[in-house]
Nanobody, 121 residues
Framework: QVQLVEAGGGLVQAGDSLRLSCAAGRAINSYAVGWFRQAPGKEREFLGYINWSSSTYYADSVKGRFTISRNDDNNTVYLQMNSLKPEDTAVYYC????????????????WGPGTQVTVSS
């Protein structure tokens, strides 16, 4: 079992930056971690992942603006978000899956409760 908790969300203005964290309750160095978001009335959207070897992959919608990193010493994965836009407003989730990363939310086994990000224009 892997417990995940996101933190760092809040209200920011367009153009600002925000860094979200995803803290695990145990070592996750063998796990891939994905980031997703869900806006009201919309389906959950894949943003990117970092696999166990720290290679990353991003959705086209956030490529160049969002960066995922991990620190296995403190069991935490980060999502750095730059140049935020109002359309980035959503609840942001991290999810973990053993070894193999995926872009599909249904393939992740463990999820955090989410953190709200609101970007004002």
């Amino acid at each position: 079992q892997v417990q995940l908790v996101e933190a760092g969300g809040g209200l920011v203005q367009a153009g600002d930056s925000l860094r979200l964290s995803c803290a695990a309750g145990r070592a996750i160095n063998s796990y891939a971690v994905g980031w997703f978001r869900q806006a009201p009335g919309k389906e959950r959207e894949f943003l990117g992942y970092i696999n166990w070897s720290s290679s990353t992959y991003y959705a086209d919608s956030v490529k160049g603006r969002f960066t995922i990193s991990r620190n296995d010493d403190n069991n935490t994965v980060y999502l750095q978000m730059n140049s935020l836009k109002p359309e980035d407003t959503a609840v942001y989730y991290c999810a973990a899956r053993y070894r193999i990363a995926s872009t599909r939310d249904r393939e992740y086994d463990y999820w955090g409760p989410g953190t709200q990000v609101t970007v004002s224009s």
